[in-house]
């Protein structure tokens, strides 16, 4: 009787956790009152689109979405998600056995300088760009520092690393960016490279200086940006550190 009663109980255990393997649950979610489908989670996962890059050569986010965008971009969730990236470089860089010739590239606009008042001004990136109105925020130089990628700047620092900044911003701007980055707190770096040429794209332009930073001798261990096109081609550095931005996209 003892043995039957055992496998009786055993058998109703592994029918209880067989079954708990194939629960369904709803895929999306629900408001609290009713049965109502909370609007926000298109916009959500349109966030996700785009850190995915699975949109592309989009011109303005979705206009239903400026709300839901601007809260996140002031929220403690774009915070939280920004430093779980520059910490995870840290962990990277800090295991690793750092040479003199050892950079880590940071892209500007919205990895090391944030415009975030620009474009709580502007529709958080439902607005058409204007480069008119942005080179005059731009030229101000009060862009306050991304409080978690500068941590990462001085923890790289303390381990050796040399720090190049590598922008789209004009050689007209290079000035007010260098005095924009000591302001904040970005005070020495190797170099400082703004674009001076025509290039096709965006990307085009960062792997053209990757590679001359390469063939000058320099050992690209990390690359920070906002952008996808800050990260793709080739020299683009033994790691990658992609910093959320659903505000736009530059190809």
Known sequence: M?????IFFLAAI????????FRIFPLRLKTALGEHYAPEVSCASFRVGVEAHNFIDWKTIPLECEADVGKYML???????SKTVNREGYFYARDLEITPNDIW???????????LP??????FGAEVFNHTAFDEWLELGIAPALPETIKLYNKLLSLGVKIVFLTERSARHEKITAENLKK???????????RDGTYPTKRAYKAEQRKKLVEEGYRIIGNSGDQWSDLLGKHKGDRNFKLPNPMYYIA
């Not at 003892?2 to 055992?6: E, F, G, T």
């Not at 620009?118 to 529709?123: L, P, V």
């Open 184 to 194: 904040v707190g970005y005070y020495t770096w190797e170099k400082l490279i703004v």
């Open 105 to 115: 590239i940071f892209d500007v606009d919205e990895t090391t300088l944030s415009n």
């Open 75 to 81: 929220s403690d969730q774009y915070r939280s998600d």
């Open 118 to 123: 620009y474009y709580a001004d502007h529709g």
């Open 2 to 6: 003892r043995m039957k009663l055992l």
């Open 14 to 21: 592994l029918a209880t956790c067989h079954a708990a393997n």
